[in-house]
């Protein structure tokens, strides 16, 4: 069952999206030889010390500061330039992107900045690396997420749903990068153990029998549907999204609003501090969608007449 990208053929299996990032980071130190590397404004990678370092929120990072990799350039992501310039002149091994911002606010990338930075990054030396774990196996409509942009990275990491709820995480690479790490450099205990790998190979099945079709298109639906019923109200800056990753982006803080929702029965996320995350199961049904959308509504309404 082939479903990673062409060129990623070599995998490093873990526990967690956070043990994903730290082998990457590995391997792209190792393969080139390198120190330094770019990460975005608002991105996040996961706590543990390694991808805390390449995790933009001062929030996570203030207690362990001077625990971080040193050499982490952040850039705000969709500025091109800024990224170049690094390449250019900075001893850069890798640049990590999520495709789509999750925890910093489901941020789509403009049409040619993933492209522009996968030739740049290769013109220069350094490599590629695609954060999917939280945008990947179909939750945009694609397997990948990098895929509506026509590129490939040279490392993706892989995690959250892979598993099924059981803890999985997988690094992907081109062979001549992967291979670099030597036995034991990098290593999991129960990596790769076979409760996670039968659990992600039935993960996979189900996706490739219609559910990322399904996700995408009623993630088309969702959206249209937010928009009609929410984007004129006076509480609401936008809506914005691909697939089943949503956001609405609010004019007021986030907080009362989210938990009147949860208290009305609709579970969201949030990021910052106005922006409310929508992240629905692949199986949603459009009945479904309307009740979220009356309840999103509801809460709306209420918060106006209290302010």
């Not at 789509?108 to 954060?131: H, N, Q």
């Not at 892989?158 to 059981?166: A, D, L, R, T, V």
């Not at 190979?201 to 969702?222: D, F, I, T």
Request: net charge neutral.
């Amino acid at each position: 069952m082939t479903v990673t990208p062409s060129g990623l053929n070599m995998a490093y299996l873990s526990n967690s999206g956070a043990e994903a990032i730290e082998a990457a980071i590995k391997i792209a130190v190792k393969s080139t030889g390198r120190k330094k590397i770019v990460s975005m404004e608002k991105a996040y990678h996961g706590k543990t010390l390694g991808a805390l370092s390449i995790t933009h929120s001062p929030k996570y990072r203030k207690s362990f500061e001077s625990m971080l990799i040193p050499g982490v350039e952040f850039v705000r992501f969709g500025d091109y330039d800024s990224i170049l310039a690094l390449l250019k002149k900075e001893d850069i091994a890798a640049v990590f992107i999520e495709p789509i911002q999750g925890e910093g606010g489901i941020n789509l990338p403009d049409p040619e900045f993933l492209s522009s930075v996968r030739e740049a990054a290769s013109g220069y030396g350094s490599l590629l690396v695609m954060d999917e774990i939280q945008s990947g196996l179909g939750r945009t409509g694609k397997m990948w997420a990098h895929e509506h942009w026509g590129i490939a990275p040279d490392i993706m990491t892989i995690g959250k749903g892979i598993g099924g709820g059981i803890p999985m995480g997988v690094t992907v690479g081109k062979r001549e990068f992967v291979e670099t790490l030597e036995i034991g450099e990098q290593s999991s205990t129960t990596g790769g153990n076979p409760l996670s790998c039968a659990a992600g190979e039935v993960v996979l099945r189900e996706l490739k029998n219609g559910m990322v079709r399904q996700a995408g298109e009623m993630g088309k639906y969702m959206l249209q549907r937010i928009r009609e019923e929410t984007d004129s109200h006076r509480l609401v800056s936008e809506s914005r999204g691909i697939g089943m990753m949503l956001a609405l982006e609010l004019k007021v803080r986030f907080v009362p609003l989210l938990m009147d929702m949860i208290d009305r029965g609709l579970i969201n996320l949030y990021s910052g501090i106005n922006t409310i995350r929508m992240l629905p199961p692949y199986t949603v049904s459009r009945e479904e969608v309307e009740k979220a959308l009356d309840i999103m509504k509801a809460s709306l309404d209420h918060r106006l007449k209290m302010q």
